[in-house]
């Protein structure tokens, strides 16, 4: 009897201990799950996707490997730098730019974009990043005079929807066979193949296009065309209306970049004259 009572106290005793150390186990679990939640998360880097045509040298383009390179590319990369955000590049052709911005394909457009009163109606712009005029080459020695009359019955490429399609159309659209193009680069393979007399579009463009070999026997001629009716208030970045927050980090970064040498830097590396203004 004193045996039998005596085992009972020892299970009794055990039961006990065991429970004691079952419960003293649970509540350093709730404790470390508690200071898991209260420490804060790992911080991520926001990322901006930029669209960009990549067929638009010396600003944007496409190497052989498939690279994006070019002024705007550069441009794209040092602001985001200046945010401290992440870019992402997203190739885009011109003719759908803006409608995979408005479709949320990127944030912002960074392809040369100049500021009309017609995109200003579908888009936001940041402060200009550049400005550059509108001119033509035509082969050397030709005698061809810019004017509505001189122009009559002569083709001239275009590039697809650009503010350079919208001023020849609007200004000698009557008399002049204009040929358009998705790319800049499909203009200058018919004019090398005689295909049509001048090309019309940005003179900064232009202008590698006649450095090149390609181009060496090409020239300007005429006047720079800046009017804002067509070519707006410069080049911006072209973003959402709603995106009032990014619009002004960009405006912020342009800014800076200008302020720190950077833009600069980029500046001449394509050109040896200023663009800014």
């Known amino acids: 009897m004193m045996l039998s009572n005596t085992l009972k106290s020892l299970v009794i005793a055990s039961f006990t201990t065991l429970l004691i150390v079952g419960c003293g186990n649970k509540e350093p679990a709730k404790e470390k799950k508690a200071e898991a939640e209260a420490q804060p998360a790992a911080k991520t880097t926001e990322v901006v996707r930029i669209g960009v045509e ?3 040298p010396p600003f944007s383009q496409t190497t052989k490997d498939g690279k994006l390179e070019g002024f705007d590319i550069d441009i794209a990369h040092a602001l985001c730098d200046s945010m401290k955000v992440k870019c992402e590049l997203v190739k885009q052709d011109w003719d759908g730019i803006i409608p995979a911005l408005l479709a949320k394909k990127y944030d912002a457009i960074i392809a040369s974009m100049s500021m009309t009163d017609e995109r200003k109606e ?3 712009f940041s402060n200009h990043y550049y ?3 509108a001119r033509f080459i035509t082969k050397k020695g030709s005698d061809i005079k810019v004017s ?3 122009l009559k019955g002569k083709s001239v490429a275009v590039q697809r929807g650009t ?6 159309t609007g200004e000698f659209g009557e008399g002049v066979d204009i040929k358009r193009y998705g790319t800049q680069e499909e203009a200058y393979l018919d004019l090398n193949a005689g295909r049509v007399d001048l090309v019309f579009a940005d003179a900064f463009v232009l202008l590698e296009f006649t450095k090149s070999e390609k181009g060496k026997d090409y020239e300007f001629i005429g006047d720079s065309y800046t009017d804002p009716k067509y070519f707006g208030e410069g080049i911006g970045i072209a973003l959402r209306k709603e995106d009032t927050a990014l619009t002004e980090k960009f405006n912020a970064a342009i800014k800076a970049i200008r302020a720190d040498g950077a833009y600069d830097t980029i500046r001449k590396k394509y050109f040896d004259f200023e663009i800014f203004e």
Not at 163 to 168: A, C, L, Y
């Open 148 to 150: 509505k009359e001189g």
């Open 163 to 168: 503010v350079s399609d919208k001023f020849i």
């Open 54 to 56: 990549g067929a638009y």
């Open 122 to 124: 579908k888009v936001a």
């Open 131 to 133: 400005k550059s005029p």
